[in-house]
């Protein structure tokens, strides 16, 4: 009997053992899993992959069939894509251009998603470049810091190749998405405001789930903030979280860098956001309805061209202290999924795919006519 009590305090023992060392693992299993994407080496003596060739068809993800031909009269504006983080990290702060399951993310997921609105709108070009890895948005460290600013060199030679190659004088369209977005900023203040040739030629510029300071983007800046439909030359940029969802507006805030004068990557440190509604078309502080949701989309595994159906009236949204709430979307197809480090990227849906295309088409339109 004796044997047989003290077994069952053995087992007992063990049981609560494991059960301590699976719930410590539940508790700090978001710093495992961040831990394991830490790539331990200084940046400063990291051997980055080699860098692209902007010349050859490889260091594209996007590019018209015979980019150097007359293009089609339906397509009068180009799109320059800059590509949100689809490499989760490791070994490497930046990621080559050929890591496999970077790019099945990128064609998979972010092209059908984030490229495919502006589809129907110009000529689409979207360079691979060597993005900073998704560890780099999970820390503050300078290293990582070092990591997104190293991504930049490659989408400024990107914008470059495809303005000498294959822009020339036509008018075009940024838009950039999450880290895209915020390497689309710098692009944005650097080689297009400062150059007149370039900034006559911007339609406008999409920084999707993007912080930027509102106060830069104000109506007498060089790119002021798109404030209304049509208008073109503008900057239409936004962060968005649910609405009731505090502990993501601190994380979005608290974790925000920009770019400052001297192009170091700073928090935002109490500067409110600028936020552009796409249901509105605008800064508006209105709530603007669900009635007015063109189309919620989730594209994800399409094939690239193939246009996916809209799911309309799925969310509300409303500025708010310059992040952009959005109700519940009512359909499940668009609503979080994946994995871990999946979840940490942009989501696997675009709630305003119809909505960015109508605005794109009423903008490119405008700047047309405009003779831009």
């Known amino acids: 009997m004796a044997l047989k009590g003290f077994k069952r305090w053995i087992f007992a023992g063990v049981v609560l053992f494991l ?3 699976l719930s410590a693992a539940f508790i700090w299993r978001y710093d495992i899993l961040s831990n394991a994407l830490d790539p331990k080496v200084p940046f400063l003596t990291y051997h980055p992959p080699p860098a692209p060739d902007y010349g050859k068809r490889a260091s594209w993800a996007l590019l018209p069939r015979n980019p150097e031909a007359v293009p089609p009269a339906d397509r009068p504006v180009d799109i320059f894509f ?3 983080t689809t490499f989760d990290g490791g070994r490497d702060w930046n990621g080559g251009i050929d890591q496999p399951k970077a790019a099945r993310f990128l064609s998979r997921v972010v092209l059908p998603n984030y490229a495919g609105p502006f589809d129907r709108v110009g000529r689409l070009f979207a360079p691979r470049y060597r993005q900073a890895s998704l560890y780099t948005y999970l820390t503050l460290r300078d290293d990582a810091r070092e990591a997104r600013r190293f991504a930049y060199g490659d989408v400024l030679q990107a914008f470059r190749a495809y303005r000498v190659r294959y822009g020339q004088d036509r008018p075009f369209i940024i838009v950039g998405v999450e880290q895209g977005g915020s390497l689309a900023a710098r692009l944005l203040s650097e080689e297009i405001a400062a150059k007149p040739e370039l900034k006559s030629r911007l339609v406008a510029a999409y920084l999707i789930e993007t912080p930027v300071p509102a106060d830069e983007y104000t109506p007498a800046a060089p790119l002021p903030a798109c404030e209304r439909k049509a208008q073109a030359g503008c900057v239409a940029a936004w962060i968005s979280a649910p609405e009731g969802d505090f502990q993501r507006v601190q994380e979005v805030i608290g974790r925000s860098l920009i770019w400052d004068p001297s192009d170091q990557l700073v928090n935002l440190e109490g500067r409110t956001p600028l936020c552009f509604n796409p249901l509105l078309g605008g800064t508006s ?5 669900a009635r007015l949701n ?8 399409l094939d690239w061209g193939a246009r996916p159906p809209f799911l309309q009236r799925q969310v509300s949204a409303r500025c708010e202290s310059g992040i952009l709430r959005t109700s519940k979307p009512k359909s499940s197809s668009l609503r979080d999924s994946g994995s871990w480090a999946d979840r940490r990227k942009v989501d696997a849906f675009n ?5 960015l295309e109508a605005d794109a088409l009423e903008r490119a339109k405008a700047a047309v006519s405009a003779g831009r």
């Open 351 to 355: 709630l305003f795919y119809a909505d």
């Open 82 to 84: 800059v590509h949100p």
């Open 294 to 301: 063109l189309g919620a989309a989730n594209a994800t595994g």
């Open 285 to 289: 502080l209105e709530r603007a309805p």
């Open 19 to 21: 059960a301590l060392i």
